[in-house]
Structure formats: structure tokens, C-alpha cells
């Protein structure tokens, strides 16, 4: 279980962000490679297995949240490759804004198996949001 304003359960970023709050562009990296093959880099792909449990418990919290922030880099991605999966269940107890699973310019899905149970309490309550750039 998770408790804190504006806190996330999972996060999934195509690239880092630094102290400054800046997106560290992947050729600037030590890891980075010009060979590396096609997709290897800005990719996320973020599942909740079946046996996994998220408990959210405060305001303007969410589950699991993934976010394509790679425009502008050096490699962009695309919303097919910012991808959130719930098999398991995401619970969230939280007021004020909470969100069960999120995504900015990326695709999320609740899978036949997962559970997302979301209270309402005192604002709205939204247990699914996407975002998408075209």
C-alpha cells in the first residue's frame, strides 16, 4: 500500500528525468549505442501481473501511469510502443483527482483478468484516463 499526495504506484517513462526535472535525451547516456537495433530505445511496456497488488490511499494518487516523453529527443516514440497492462488489481482509496491507471501519448489496458476498483469519495474519480497525442 502506497500513501502520499500525488504519489504513483507504477511508473513508466521512455526516457529519465533528471534532478532538474529535465527528459535526459538517451544519446547522451553512457549506455547508449549506435548499433543497438531499431526499438531499443524509449520503449516501456508496464504490466501489474496477475498476482500483483497496487493500494492507493491518499489524494490525486494514481496506480499505474505510463508517459511518452520522448518528443524531441534524438529517438521519439510512438504511443504503440508506451504501453500499461493491469492483470492483477489497483486499488484506489484515495479522494481528490485519484486515477486507477493514466497514460500521456501512450496506451493502457485493463486486462480480462485485472481488476481496477475505484471508491468515490469526495471529487470525481476516474479509474481509466488516456491521453494521446496524434
Known sequence: ???????????????RI???KAVVD???EKYFSLSAPAGTYGNVNVINDQTGTITMDDDSAVGLFVKNNSAGKSIVTTKF???G?????ITINGN????GMGADNGIITNDTTGKNLCKWNKN???CMEQKILI
Open 1 to 15: 500500500m502506497l500513501v502520499g499526495k500525488k504519489s504513483i504506484g507504477i511508473l513508466g517513462l521512455s526516457y
Open 18 to 20: 533528471d534532478k532538474t
Open 26 to 28: 538517451p544519446s547522451t
Open 81 to 83: 510502443q508506451t504501453l
Open 85 to 89: 497492462t493491469n492483470k492483477g488489481t
Open 96 to 99: 481528490n483527482n485519484s486515477v
Open 124 to 126: 470525481q474519480l476516474v
